[in-house]
């Protein structure tokens, strides 16, 4: 038989009505606030579900991100992606994240309290074990939104249940062991020094000391063992409504001012820009022997977009358009027969959902690597380990643009493809609570709700 904790069951009962449900993201790139703002038009409800969003860092009162998006950004905009990849997703975290854990979960908690949320949801990572800590004192719900493939291990908590694209990812978060110190020691309000100093040191052993065995970073590019039960509900790629919509690509050249009678291709970075724009710009101009549109999507680097303006090309082949940060960047995608970009789950997840293959790199911070499994494993576009090779692989989708849109069709079949069906499915999973139920000791059940309670 299964218990159910009470308040629960009676909220159920009532249709769960005046719902609380907090949302904390972070200020790191755009995705996180991003996927907030979607889940908070799909779950806010007048009358019924009240959407509280907030940064992670403003309840730990902590400006230590603001450093780390700079420098961030920095290294991407140079284009050292090694270089980001170890400083930030590595060795911060590695050695950061417990301290800082260690410092501010009694303060995040009080701030947790104060807002008294019904339902927890997190966009975000770094936050994960005292969130998930907090809700199970609570036993209310809590939710990890996962907005890339792979994930880290403070994107995975034994109480939560993970929402994310694909299967790859439910398999690489039970591949991490739930015995090992970040999972399994507790950290509250209630803990003392030595105790929060216990979890560093012990956190410190298990992942500095003996790295070559425990890796925080988790990508399903090969088979993962299964070492735990976390619950994890897979959605298919999801991002703001307008990918989702039906676009008249005619329409959409004649007002871009796009050439209709030749290929067109779209460079981008995402809204930092960088060097990387400008270097492919180049190799294409220089070398690719066949009419072309060149669509270079410069976002917010006014820098990159002077350069570019400034760009001597020589080949008449090539029509260069640049264009600054945009908010109609869905219609560039669908207007375009190929994306160029540097690996991010997003750019990935948009250019999927608006059918357009996507030509990306091999050197890319791990975050973003689980982006390249897929369009390998199913044949989403190209994956290029040298920058020589761009041409080859653009030229090879160019003339296979029917065979790659198939293969995305199929892989978009496996789940629901509207935006209103997904808006239903994520208020079944949060708001219904039909993925899992809390019992009175506060574990979770993978009963769904549709069973009769007891």
Known sequence: MVKYNKRYVLERGRDIMNKKILIVYEKMGMG????????????KTEGEVEVIKCAGSELADSSDVDFIVYLWNALIRKNLIKTADILINFIIRILGVPIIEAINTKDFIYKLEEINPDIIICTADGYNKVLGTYSREKKIPFYIMITEVSVFLDLVNPYAVHICYFNETGEAI????FNSTYFSYNINKKST?????QYVLKFYKEYILLAYKNSIYRNADKYLERNNDAKYEVIGPLAEKKHFQEKDIYKIKNELG??????????????IGGRFLFEITDIICKKYDKPLNVLVMCGKDKKVYEKIKRYKNYNKNINIMYF?????????IAASDCIIARASAGIFIESVLNRTPEITFRRVTSNDRGAITMIEKYGLGEVCDEDNEILDKLNNILQNKEMYKNNIDRLLLRYSNTYEDKKKLIRSIIIEGNSSMIDDDGEIESEPLSETLV
């Open 32 to 43: 996180h606030l991003r996927m907030a703002n979607i889940l908070e038009e799909m779950l």
């Open 174 to 177: 039970r591949n991490y062991d």
């Open 258 to 271: 796009i050439p209709k009678e030749m290929d067109t291709v779209l460079i981008v970075s995402g809204s």
């Open 324 to 332: 600054g940060y945009t908010d109609r960047f869905d219609e560039f």
């Open 193 to 197: 020094i030595l105790e929060r100093i």
